[in-house]
């Protein structure tokens, strides 16, 4: 089994390679174009800016090569955001695979809701998905965002923060998760050990 996870200017990669050696992975933390098209799976994780972010992946080619992929793609965090059409963080037009566009917490109604979105939070899962089952609905995972995917077709879990939102996505062989699962416990375990077995 070859996980690469892609290199680029956003951090948090670390945590999420030593989360899949708990579960026995070895993945390679990569750049390279030929290695991660011959991966079995390929995990774009991120935390950062989407403006900042997305010139990176344009600059390196990265953006069509994530988009040209064939096997399964996970995406986390901005990871998740960068693959929707575009993101408000510094108005990114971002990579286009889930149609669904990227938009800020407004606590303007509600300022007891403190932003960023931080902590643990529910998760719900919708039947007939190989990402996160039923058995993980209702559990909890770990957030850290300021922005959100809306409730889309391409949703496959949502949560509740001032307004639902989009946990995780996916579209053909894409999945993306908004939460940690490098930093989600037991629940974000399984999560990773599904994708793989995806």
Known sequence: MKVA?????????????????????????TDDFDTIRNA????????????TAMAYLKEKGLDSLI???????????????????SSEEG???CMGIFDVKVQKFDNS???????????????????GNSLITEEQNNAYAYFVHSYYAPVC??????????????????????YATQFHPEKSGDLGEQILKNFILL
């Open 91 to 93: 108005n990114a037009e």
């Open 109 to 127: 109604s509600c300022p007891e809701f403190k932003i960023p979105h931080m902590g643990w939070n529910t998760i719900s899962a919708t039947a």
């Open 153 to 174: 077709k391409h949703t496959i879990s949502q949560c509740d923060y001032i307004t639902p939102f989009s946990a995780a996505l996916h579209k053909d062989n894409f």
């Open 5 to 29: 996870i892609i290199k680029y200017n956003a951090g948090n990669i670390f945590s999420v390679l030593y989360a899949l050696k708990r579960i026995g992975i070895e993945a390679e933390v």
């Open 67 to 85: 988009k040209s992929l064939k096997q399964p793609v996970l995406g986390i965090c901005i990871g998740l955001q960068l693959m929707c059409q």
């Open 40 to 51: 079995d799976k390929v995990i774009f994780p991120g935390v950062g800016e989407a403006s």
